[in-house]
């Protein structure tokens, strides 16, 4: 079977990183020895479970990925970087043809999105890889659909936890919000409760000292107006496991999507799922 060539961007970061160890443990994927890094990456390759890498820093991408692309052929790109350079990196991957799946949060979605519409490539954007957690967030979409103004009165608090590199607010916690003012709840994305402090999640939300370093954990708390009814939310992530196997669904996802002649189209994980 020939495997599907995957470049994984954002090494040698975290998330970026746990992807890239799963891509080499799947038998349907190849892992491209090439990654697009930021500016101030100092090391010029990254060593993945023996596996060697190269670090491209945005100065020089432009004059290597046409030599990526002859040694390479045919691959998808998963986009695993920061906040900052996320509108960047999508004109890159359309100026030069790239299929990709952006799973870093940030920047401007709008434009993000134009980006991809405007060209001749397809791509999968989710603030969230976990299929799970999407799931959920289906259902509140329906729910805020079929049900509008369910909570209104209510008053709602949201608090979100990852790892202290983490710099922006959770793309996740940001969508709900769109689903509880649906609902009913007038409340702004600013009023999300961004926990970065360790020491606040070890002793307070008592999340495990060994995940202090990658976790998601969010809890979205609805008040009745006279305090005699309470609704909760809560969906916590240790680890970043559980996001390989919705990136691997999306890039699989794609690839059908291309090979049916796709292009110029945005797709989000919500049409993963449902594989259409």
């Known amino acids: 079977m020939n495997r599907l060539k995957v470049m994984i961007n954002g090494l040698p970061g975290q998330v970026a990183g746990s992807i890239a160890n799963h891509v080499l443990a799947d038998d349907r994927f190849e892992l491209v020895p090439f990654s697009f890094t930021g500016p ?3 090391d010029s390759t990254c060593l993945m ?8 820093r945005p100065d020089v991408r432009d004059d290597e990925i046409q030599k990526i692309k002859q040694a390479e052929g045919f691959f998808i790109t998963v986009d ?3 906040p900052a350079a996320v509108n960047d990196n999508a004109e890159f991957y359309c100026r030069h043809n790239l299929p990709f799946v952006m799973g870093t949060t940030g920047g ?10 405007s060209s001749s490539i397809s791509a999968v954007i989710a603030p969230n890889m976990a299929k799970q957690i999407v799931g959920f967030q ?11 103004g369910l909570f209104a009165g209510y008053r709602l608090e949201i608090r979100e936890s990852h790892q202290q590199t983490k710099v922006d607010t959770s793309g996740t916690a940001k969508a709900m919000v769109r ?5 009913g709840i007038d409340f702004g994305e600013n009023q999300i409760i961004k926990i970065r402090d360790p020491e606040i999640q070890q002793k307070e ?12 954990w969010h809890t979205y708390t609805l008040d009745a107006p006279d305090k005699t009814a309470q609704f909760s939310f809560s969906h916590n992530i240790n680890g ?34 449902k594989g259409g």
Do not use: C, W
């Open 40 to 42: 101030d990456i100092a």
């Open 179 to 183: 689903y509880f003012n649906k609902l």
């Open 108 to 117: 401007d979605r709008e434009q993000l999105e134009q980006s991809v519409l």
């Open 240 to 273: 970043r496991d559980i996001y390989s196997q919705g990136t691997f669904d999306a890039v699989l996802f794609l690839q059908k999507k291309i090979n049916a002649g796709s292009a110029g189209s945005v797709y989000t994980m919500i049409d993963v799922l």
């Open 205 to 216: 939300l008592k999340i495990p000292e060994a995940y202090l370093g990658g976790h998601a």
């Open 49 to 56: 479970d023996g596996f060697s890498v190269r670090l491209v």
């Open 80 to 82: 695993f970087t920061l």
């Open 138 to 148: 289906a259902m509140m979409a329906y729910a805020a659909e079929n049900f509008p």
